[in-house]
Nanobody, 120 residues
């Protein structure tokens, strides 16, 4: 029904910024929460951020507040994750998902992920 494709990852140095995109196709996702999560090798997937269907409510993981922000553009059927002041510990595969609520725990569609590597 819905396909999600993340893009924008890459290899950057500590302190750099990246903007990840989550492009949806198949159906509009303007009725879904979009949640971002990340997973480093050997670690559990962790919640990063989420944004409500209308973009009026957002959640950012406590440790990422002030550095990360989430947004969306319904006209492009796309959501974004802005990552600033990147740190080596941000290195992970980043995923987006179309979800039912802002927790990001109940999601219907997932992307394949995009690798973010932050060197020191």
């Amino acid at each position: 029904q819905v396909q999600l494709v993340e893009s924008g990852g890459g290899l950057v140095q500590a302190g750099d910024s990246l903007r990840l995109s989550c492009a949806a196709s198949g159906r509009p996702i303007d009725t879904y929460v979009v949640a971002w999560s990340r997973q480093a090798p050997g670690k559990d997937r962790e919640f990063v951020a989420s944004i409500s269907a209308r973009g009026r409510n957002m959640r950012i993981a406590d440790s990422l507040k002030g550095r990360f922000a989430v947004s969306r553009d319904s006209t492009k059927n796309t959501a974004y994750l802005q990552m600033n002041s990147l740190k080596p510990e941000d290195t992970a595969v980043y995923y987006c998902a179309a979800c039912s609520d802002l927790s990001g725990r109940h999601c219907q569609y997932w992307g394949q992920g995009t690798q973010v590597t932050v060197s020191s």
